[in-house]
Structure formats: structure tokens, C-alpha cells
């Protein structure tokens, strides 16, 4: 008979060692460990709040749409299709799901170590009640257990979020979205308030697949001229009016480098010709885009949406990968990114402004020193975003403040968002970052480098108040 492993939440995980140091973490952390979530910046899906329906089974939940967890186990010769994953041909694939969490749960030990496996724990302890460590033995009892909570009221999406303390969430759509989810929220009655973001990325990347046509259907949508500049940009003003009617408070923009650009207007319109003919090269596609971020930060001062830019992956780095299943599938891969000279043409135009907020993000840790802290410990218009993707972690999180704070200070940051499409792990993902903050600096007090009663002030904004003053919400 195999013995029963315990699954271990300590109280303490992830606070310091020295007795002294931990205390007060523990101290801070109590301060902020009920607070409600503020997520202004992640990819749920609005259909969710909107018919507020049953999950369907713990694999449709847990594993199929969570990149964290199949890209470990894809890494380890596990097929997509035989975690249920979609194929873009509509090829075969497994759809028993009580088969896809057996394979999931036989796999749980490559988990070992990493913040997914923290994160899963705790949604398996807190939010289902399991005692016992998730694994091929388990299996069937998770599942079952898991299956039989989804099925009653108090785990449908709303009675989720509503259990899990989330005073507001973002989610992200398209231009062309017609935002019909976000609409049924308001209309429905119901007080949790999700909001939406503006993410134009299929009509400002040239190298989108479809984005001719997307940009045809942006000008449809608007009734305006996309094959001319001007018409281009009145296209998204007009779309992030639309947006911004619908509870929008940002906009995001997800580029493979941090360039930006300041054309003359025959320069930008020569671009949307060839990005339009299909004859752009690489180089001038990345000015295109370098391009779009500069005016959006003017739309940005005129229509008081708060921007962010998340540059430095290589998207759909596996092309067979990409090729059978598309995009977000655990291949996009952090690359090198400059930003001192990449951003100054927009910093030139715009980085003096006191009616701007721009929020960085970085998947490049190297730079958080040399360049990103420089910069928001001195631009008026710019604040740095969280440890992000893969460096939200404890030791990301860790590196980022200690890196970050000497030159920009916490006041230059915006706190924590969990940037996830599941569900479940938001509560794991802000009590883990709230964790370290109040590891962090309780240390600083310990080493004499904080008052604690400053330490006790700004343990709450890090947790709550920066991220809803940032990002307007």
C-alpha cells in the first residue's frame, strides 16, 4: 500500500531563515495576505464571467490551457495531442480527460522546484481541499474530487472570483474583437468587474499572419481608410474609444524588440504600402512596428489609456510547433533587448509628459540595472513593470527588487500582476509575490536600510495600491 505524501503549504515558504528576519515577514505579510487582488494585466477568457458556466472537467481547467504546464511536460517527449492541446488542421487528439489528467498527474514530478508546481499546489490545497500530493497514484481521486466540485455552484467562474478576493481583472483582446463577452458582464448585473485591454498586435505587426486582412477589417469595423496613414491611426482611435466605452484603462503591446520610431508621414505610409503588398522586409516591418508605439503613446496622452510594452520574445520559436498547433503553445523564447536606444525617439516625443503612464516589461534581466531602473528613476512618463513570464518566480521576483530598487526606487514600479490565462493560480501568483515583497523588506529593516514603520506602509502599496494607481483602476 503506497503512503499517503502530504502536500506542504508551509506558512513560512519562501520567508527568510533567520528567525529575526522571518518574524517580521511573517509580521508584514499579515498585513496584506487578505487584501483584495488587483489584476490589471492577464488573458482570461471574458466568456467565462460572461455565461458563467460549469468548467468542464479538471483537464479542460488545469491543463489544457496553461502553456506552463504543457510546455514542461512537451519538453520531456510528451505529445501536445495527447494532453488534449487543439491542432489548427483539426487532426486527431485525445479527448477523454480523465486520461489527459492521468498523464498530467504521472508527469507531476518535472514539476519539482519550479513556481507552477507552487502554484498548483496551492490551488489543489485551498481552492479543492486535496491533502495528498498530486501524482500517478492520486490521479483518479484528484480527479474525481476535482470533477464533483465543478459541478456545484460555488466553483462556476463568478462564485471563483468572487471567493478569490479579485476586486478587478483585465483581460486582452484584439481591435477587431467585437467585445460581445464584455457586454453581456455589464448588462448581466452582476458587481465583479472585468474589464478589457487594447492589444492591436494582429493590426500592427506586418509579420501577423492575416494582418492584410486584419487591417481591412480594422477599416471596416471604422469606416475608415486603412490603406492610408491617416486613416490607419483615426482607425485605432476610433477602436480605443470603443474600448475605453467598454472599461478598458489600458492598452498592451506584446513586440519582438523595444524599438521605436518618429517617421515623417510619407516614410509611414511608404511602410503600410509594402506591409500591405506584402513586400515589407524584416527591417522595415520592425520600423512599422517601432512606428505604432510612438503614436499610440500620442493616442495614449489624448485618451488617457495607460500603456504597456512587453518586448523581447521570440515568438513561435519552434516552427513545427507553431505550424500544427499556433500560437501560445510554450515556444516563445526571452531574447537579448535594448532599451536605452530602442526607446528614445518615443522618450524624445513623449518621455517628459505628465499625462502619460508607460509601463516596461523585460524578459531580459540583464537590464534591469543597467538600464531599465536608469531609466524609470528618471523619466516622468515611465514605471517598470513586474518580474514577468519566466522570471515570475520567488528568485525573479527577488532579483528584480534588488535590482531595480536601489536606482528606481518602489515608487517607480506597479506592484504585481499575474499576467495568466488560469484561473486558479491568480490567488497562488499574488500570494507568492506578496511573499517576497515582505521577505524583501523585512530584510531591508533587519539590515538597518528601512524603517520599520516604513517597511509596515509599504507592504500594502506593493501588494494593492500601486497597481490599481497605475493602471487606473
Known amino acids: 500500500m503506497t503512503t499517503m505524501k502530504p502536500i506542504d503549504l508551509h506558512p513560512d515558504r519562501l520567508f527568510p531563515a533567520d528567525p529575526a528576519t522571518r518574524e517580521l515577514a511573517r509580521a508584514l ?28 472537467d479538471p483537464s479542460a481547467l488545469l491543463v489544457v490551457p496553461d502553456h506552463y504546464v504543457f510546455r514542461m511536460l512537451y519538453s520531456q517527449g510528451v505529445r501536445l495531442e495527447d494532453l488534449g492541446i487543439p491542432r489548427r488542421d483539426g487532426g486527431p487528439v485525445e479527448r477523454d480527460p480523465r486520461r489527459i489528467w492521468r498523464l498530467f498527474a504521472s508527469h507531476y514530478h518535472l514539476f519539482r522546484g519550479t513556481p507552477t508546481r507552487m502554484w498548483l499546489d496551492h490551488a489543489f490545497r485551498v481552492v479543492f481541499g486535496m491533502e495528498e500530493r498530486l501524482c500517478a ?8 474530487r476535482i470533477n464533483a466540485a465543478l459541478a456545484t455552484p460555488a466553483f462556476r467562474p463568478r462564485a471563483l472570483f468572487e471567493s478569490f478576493n479579485i476586486e478587478v481583472i483585465a483581460t486582452t483582446e484584439s481591435p477587431l474583437d467585437p467585445l460581445v463577452h464584455h457586454r453581456k458582464i455589464r448588462e448581466s448585473g452582476w458587481k465583479g468587474r472585468v474589464v478589457t485591454a487594447y492589444r492591436p498586435d494582429p493590426v ?10 486584419n487591417v481591412q477589417e480594422l477599416g471596416a469595423l471604422t469606416g475608415e481608410n486603412t490603406a492610408t496613414w491617416a486613416g490607419y491611426l483615426a482607425a485605432h482611435r476610433h477602436r480605443r474609444a470603443f474600448f475605453k466605452s467598454m472599461g478598458a484603462t489600458s492598452t498592451d503591446h506584446g513586440h519582438p524588440t523595444a524599438l521605436t520610431c518618429d517617421l515623417a508621414p510619407r516614410d ?3 511602410l503600410l504600402d509594402r506591409a500591405l503588398a506584402g513586400t515589407i522586409t524584416p527591417d522595415e516591418a520592425e520600423q512599422f ?27 513561435n520559436h519552434n516552427p513545427q510547433l507553431f505550424a500544427d498547433f499556433g500560437r501560445d503553445k510554450g515556444a516563445d523564447i526571452p531574447t537579448r533587448t535594448d532599451y536605452v536606444r530602442a526607446l528614445r525617439p518615443l522618450l524624445g516625443k513623449h518621455g517628459n509628459a505628465r499625462d502619460l503612464t508607460l509601463i516596461l516589461f523585460t524578459l531580459d534581466e540583464t537590464s534591469y ?16 513593470g513586474p ?11 527577488l532579483r528584480f527588487r534588488e535590482q531595480a530598487t536601489e536606482t528606481a526606487g518602489f515608487y517607480n514600479t ?32 533587519r539590515e538597518h536600510r528601512l524603517g520599520e514603520d516604513e517597511a509596515f506602509e509599504l507592504a500594502p502599496q506593493l501588494a494593492y495600491h500601486l497597481a490599481k494607481a497605475a493602471y487606473k483602476l
Open 137 to 144: 497514484d492520486s490521479a483518479d481521486r484528484y480527479f474525481d
Open 414 to 445: 506597479v506592484g504585481f500582476n499575474d499576467d495568466t490565462r488560469a484561473f486558479l493560480s491568480i490567488p497562488a501568483r499574488h500570494d507568492v509575490a506578496r511573499r517576497i515583497d515582505c521577505r524583501f523588506l523585512a530584510t531591508l529593516v
Open 268 to 270: 509611414c505610409q511608404r
Open 29 to 56: 505579510y499579515a498585513t496584506v495576505a487578505d487584501l483584495p487582488i488587483v489584476s490589471p494585466h492577464g488573458h482570461t477568457d471574458p466568456r467565462w464571467y460572461a455565461e458563467d458556466a460549469p468548467f468542464p
Open 289 to 315: 512596428r517601432g512606428q505604432v508605439l510612438t503614436e499610440m503613446a500620442g493616442m495614449s496622452r489624448d485618451d488617457g489609456l495607460v500603456m504597456q510594452i512587453h518586448p523581447g520574445s521570440f515568438r
Open 204 to 213: 500592427v505587426d506586418p509579420e501577423f499572419e492575416g494582418f492584410r486582412d
Open 369 to 384: 540595472s543597467r538600464e531599465l531602473a536608469p531609466l524609470a528613476g528618471h523619466y516622468p512618463i515611465l514605471k517598470l
Open 387 to 397: 518580474s514577468w513570464w519566466f522570471h515570475d518566480s520567488p528568485e525573479g521576483m
